[in-house]
């Protein structure tokens, strides 16, 4: 259950202010929240990692 919980927070930060996913999801600090913004920011970073450059 709590992975499903961590998706919808994680898709939920993508369009949507921080300040009210932190409320609606019951987070305690806005740190707790940048947390799935943090996964999100590594998890495009390691798609593009091979990515190829065309000029």
């Known amino acids: 259950m709590h992975w499903l919980r961590h998706t919808g927070i994680s898709e939920d930060v993508k369009i949507r202010p921080r ?5 609606d999801v019951g987070h305690s600090s806005s740190a707790i929240t940048d947390r799935y913004i943090d996964v999100e920011l590594q998890a495009r970073a390691q798609s593009a990692k091979h990515k190829s450059l065309r000029g």
Request: no cysteine; hydrophobic share 20%; charged share 40%.
């Open 19 to 23: 300040e009210h996913v932190r409320n």
